[in-house]
C-alpha cells in the first residue's frame, strides 16, 4: 500500500512559480524508492492529463511537451518525497495536480495504481 500527499499549490500570477511536493509513505515490503512516480493535472471540464514522470533513481524524467522546459521533477528517495517545479507558469496550467505511483508501470498512461487527493494550482493573467 501507498499513501500520497501533495502539497505546494497555491496561486501565483503568470510567469510566476511553485514547487509541488507528494510525500509518499509505502509499506507491504517496499520502499519509496522502488516505486515509478508521476504527476498529472485535471483542468476544470477536462480530462486528466500526464504532466511528469520519473524512474525509481531519478536518472530517467518524461515530460508532456505542453510543459518541457518549464516544469522539472525529481525525487529524494531520503525523504520519500518526489517534486514537480514549476517555472514561467501560464493560464492554461491552472488545474488540480495529482501525484501517482505504480511499482511496475512508468509511461504517459494513467495506469498507476496510487494517486494522491489532488492539490489545486490556479495561475492568474
Known amino acids: 500500500q501507498v499513501q500520497l500527499v501533495e502539497s505546494g499549490g497555491g496561486l501565483v500570477q503568470a510567469g510566476g512559480s511553485l514547487r509541488l511536493s507528494c510525500a509518499c509513505a509505502?509499506?507491504?515490503?517496499?520502499?519509496?524508492?522502488?516505486?515509478?512516480m508521476a504527476w498529472f493535472r485535471q483542468a476544470p471540464g477536462k480530462e486528466r492529463e500526464f504532466v511528469a514522470a520519473?524512474?525509481?533513481?531519478?536518472?530517467?524524467?518524461l515530460y508532456a511537451d505542453s510543459v518541457k522546459g518549464r516544469f522539472t521533477i525529481s525525487r529524494d528517495n531520503a525523504k520519500n518525497t518526489v517534486y514537480l517545479q514549476m517555472n514561467s507558469l501560464k493560464p492554461e496550467d491552472t488545474a488540480v495536480y495529482y501525484c501517482?505511483?505504480?511499482?511496475?508501470?512508468?509511461?504517459?498512461?494513467?495506469?498507476?495504481?496510487?494517486w494522491g487527493q489532488g492539490t489545486q494550482v490556479t495561475v492568474s493573467s
Open positions: 501517482a505511483a505504480d511499482a511496475h508501470y512508468f509511461g504517459l498512461s494513467d495506469e498507476y495504481d496510487y
Open positions: 509505502a509499506s507491504g515490503g517496499r520502499t519509496f524508492s522502488s516505486y515509478y
Open positions: 520519473i524512474s525509481w533513481t531519478g536518472d530517467v524524467p
